[in-house]
């Protein structure tokens, strides 16, 4: 038995008889609906749309589009508002919607593109690969062999890079922003017949999509170039998009982001379109599913299930607009699913760094839901203002620090406001096994959890026991990214395994397999973490970790990982040792953050240096580890890639212990080599 079929039938297995019933159904739907869909997109017209709707005519259809409650603000801004709390966000919007009106786009690390007129929305423009207008089952999504991003014609057709045009016709109120709107919604739906090619293949992308088409209706709802023809070809879309998502749930052994996205979009739809036994029935499902899976996908720490920060992020988005969607409408949210909410918020806090920056933990592919804000990629603090919006709480709302332009154009001006960020504290989230020790300029995020989504791997990485730190605002060890999916299965695979994180790597192995490499979302369940020791006070903060993952080995060996932070003199120590006897080749990397030089200054000394800025690496017993600086990469965002170097320690032969400790470069070595000394006895042998 191959390794794909022995993990599809325990997927099948983890399903149970209802899973199974519910993929079976998908499988079926995706081989007869394209048959069908042509027949039924047609026929959805006129007077038949319009009982589709529960409405006399379209016009009404229409009004309630525009009048229903909505969780987003659409209102066009009060311009003393923006200025005074987001200076630079008028000119920030306008050149973004002119660079929409030239067609040009920056997506997935493609760099500035202008797209052809009419736009081939089934053209992977990155790798010069168009998917051919054929039933969705038939693609091979992962495109090997083509080199190929399925998620770069996605990720057009999702339309989010038409937003600016929005916000640029609320700032101004001029008709050729909804003309340009117009005129690309209607090249998209004469290019993608309903259920057919490839950005009908992913019913996350359709739900993705459907949230922007409602944004569109509620800005532009009274533009005078949305006549009645297009408002009933943007009604028709709608309801076939909520058909498609409704029927096309992405049901599993282990639910995800992807189900969250298709039950989001049902809540949406179902609050925006005319009430209809039908609507209803999308508004209610997707809601009740969201109360069960809110508890399954987040811990009770607060963390999601998927071992990533930026998923973290987009799930917590769907989250929050759903809620924020049931509260326009008068309805309560629950306060299950609001401390699941707060509990988000709260992981939120605690692994922003000051600066705003975000870990780079477990995958990333840039995915938002309704993206308004022009905040760097990886500064998350505006999730902070959403949440105290959506869970009215003030305390939330200070945490963000300040003045958000995601949250000013999601709820409008009263949900954003200046202030200064509380401090945060260090903090453990005990099911994800994440810790983040934190000082005043001091920010630690370590990894001592188990792999993702309940063991499958998901967007989790080959990361337990690895970690990123900045010491004293400076930027020293970083996590590698995830760079890119399955446009190139062998760079995915290294950016998630063992080699591309700050963790050991013992005998070239992998903390846990791959099930089967051409399996990208997939690993074994081998590396079961355990903490030891946990502890924090004002002054120094404590963790010691080990995992299962190499004792599978012959002979097995445990390593056994403590962190020590020094808050007051920005030193951290990390000190591996290993249980475990027989001989072993192990490797000890650190990837060093863009831009900084490493050099060997003398023995078990090294000097960081990124301009005036200096910082050095002092490590014990020299004359038992190799040391080596190697090229690396490090992708900050998907599709993109810098160099960096890699700080590797190595050595062949019996176990031996490794301390290392990251020091301001000012500092006496004597007295840091004192210091570990110090620290390392306290330790014993946790």
Same mark, same amino acid.
């Given at each position: 038995m191959t390794p794909r079929i022995a993990e599809a039938l325990r997927r099948l297995r983890r399903m149970g008889p209802q899973g199974a019933a519910r993929l079976a159904t998908r499988l079926v739907r995706a081989r007869t609906e394209p048959l069908l869909a042509p027949g039924h997109q047609r026929r959805l017209v006129g007077r038949a749309l319009a009982r589709r709707l529960g409405v006399a005519d379209l016009q009404s259809a229409w009004r309630h589009l525009a009048d229903a409650p909505s969780p987003f603000d659409t209102a066009p801004p009060a311009a003393p508002a923006l200025e005074r709390l987001l200076p630079d966000e008028h000119r920030r919007v306008l050149a973004q919607a002119e660079a929409a009106h030239a067609r040009t786009v920056d997506l997935l690390g493609s760099g500035p593109t202008t797209l052809p007129t009419p736009i081939d929305w089934h053209w992977d423009f990155k790798a010069g690969h168009a998917w051919p207008l054929i039933a969705p089952h038939r693609l091979d999504l992962r495109g090997f062999g083509t080199a190929s991003d399925v998620k770069v014609p996605w990720e057009m057709s999702r339309l989010q890079w038409l937003l600016p045009v929005g916000q640029a016709y609320l700032l101004t109120q001029d008709d050729r922003h909804a003309a340009l709107v117009r005129d690309i919604i209607v090249e998209w739906d004469d290019a993608n017949p309903a259920s057919m090619g490839v950005n009908w293949a992913c019913a996350m992308d359709v739900a993705l999509r459907s949230v922007a088409l409602?944004? =569109?209706?509620?800005? =532009?709802?009274? !533009? $005078?170039?949305?006549? $009645?023809?297009?408002?009933e070809r943007l009604l028709r879309l709608l309801v076939l998009h909520g058909d498609f998502v409704f029927r096309h749930l992405e049901w599993s052994d282990v639910g995800g982001n992807h189900l969250i996205t298709d039950l989001t979009a049902l809540v949406m739809l179902g609050h925006g379109l005319a009430e209809t036994p039908e609507t209803q029935r999308w508004r209610e499902t997707g809601w009740r599913h969201l109360n069960q899976e809110i508890m399954v996908q987040v811990g009770a720490d607060g963390v999601d299930f998927e071992g990533s920060v930026p998923y973290h992020r987009l799930v917590m988005e769907l989250f929050l607009v759903a809620a924020a969607a049931r509260k326009a409408a008068g309805q309560d949210v629950g306060d299950a699913y609001a401390g699941r909410l707060a509990g988000m918020a709260r992981f939120v806090s605690a692994y922003t760094r000051p600066d705003g920056s975000a870990p780079d933990w477990g995958d990333a592919d840039d995915g938002r839901v309704l993206p308004l804000g022009g905040q760097a990629l990886n500064d998350h603090r505006y999730l902070l203002a959403l949440a105290a919006r959506v869970l009215e709480d003030d305390a939330l709302k200070r945490r963000a620090g300040g003045a958000h332009a995601e949250a000013f154009w999601w709820f409008g001006p009263r949900a954003t406001a200046n202030g200064v960020a509380e401090t945060i504290q260090s903090r453990r989230f005990a099911e994800a096994?994440?810790?983040? *020790?934190? #000082?005043?300029?001091d920010h630690v995020f370590i990894d001592a959890g188990p792999v993702g989504m309940a063991g499958r791997g998901g967007h989790g990485h080959n990361d337990c026991l690895g970690f990123e730190?900045?010491?004293? #605002?400076?930027?020293? +060890?970083? &996590?590698c990214g995830a760079y890119l999916y399955t446009a190139d299965a062998k760079a995915r695979n290294r950016f998630r395994g063992t080699v591309s994180h700050n963790s050991p790597m013992i005998d070239g192995a992998e903390i846990n397999r791959f099930v089967d490499p051409a399996m990208l979302f997939t690993l074994h369940d081998d590396a079961r973490p355990e903490v030891r020791r946990w502890s924090? #006070?004002?002054?120094?903060?404590?963790?010691? !970790?080990?995992?299962?993952?190499?004792?599978?080995?012959?002979?097995?060996?445990t390593p056994v990982r403590a962190w020590v932070l020094d808050k007051g003199a920005h030193t951290l120590l990390i000190h591996d040792r290993f249980e475990g006897s027989g001989k072993h080749a192990i490797?000890?990397?650190y990837h060093?953050?863009?831009?900084? &030089? !490493?050099?060997?200054?003398?023995?078990?000394? *090294?000097?960081?240096?990124?301009?005036?800025? #200096?910082?050095?690496?002092?490590?014990? !017993?020299p $004359? &038992?580890?190799? +040391?080596? +600086? $190697?090229?690396?990469?490090?992708?900050?965002?998907?599709? +993109? /890639?810098?160099?960096? /170097?890699?700080?590797?320690?190595?050595?062949?032969?019996?176990?031996?212990?490794?301390?290392v400790a990251l020091a301001p470069a000012e500092r006496s070595p004597a007295a840091v080599h004192r210091w570990i000394n110090d620290q390392i006895s306290e330790l014993g042998q946790d």
């Open positions: 409602l944004w =569109f209706a509620r800005v =532009f709802h009274q !533009a $005078e170039a949305w006549d $009645e023809a297009f408002r096994g994440v810790h983040v *020790m934190r #000082g005043d300029t730190a900045h010491l004293a #605002g400076q930027p020293l +060890i970083v &996590d924090s #006070g004002d002054a120094r903060d404590v963790l010691v !970790a080990a995992h299962s993952g190499y004792r599978r080995l012959t002979p097995p060996i490797r000890v990397p060093l953050a863009r831009g900084l &030089d !490493a050099e060997v200054s003398a023995p078990g000394r *090294m000097l960081l240096r990124s301009g005036a800025t #200096g910082y050095q690496v002092l490590w014990s !017993a $004359e &038992d580890w190799t +040391i080596t +600086i $190697e090229d690396g990469w490090q992708s900050p965002s998907y599709g +993109i /890639k810098h160099s960096i /170097k890699v700080v590797v320690f190595s050595r062949q032969g019996a176990p031996a212990p490794l301390s």
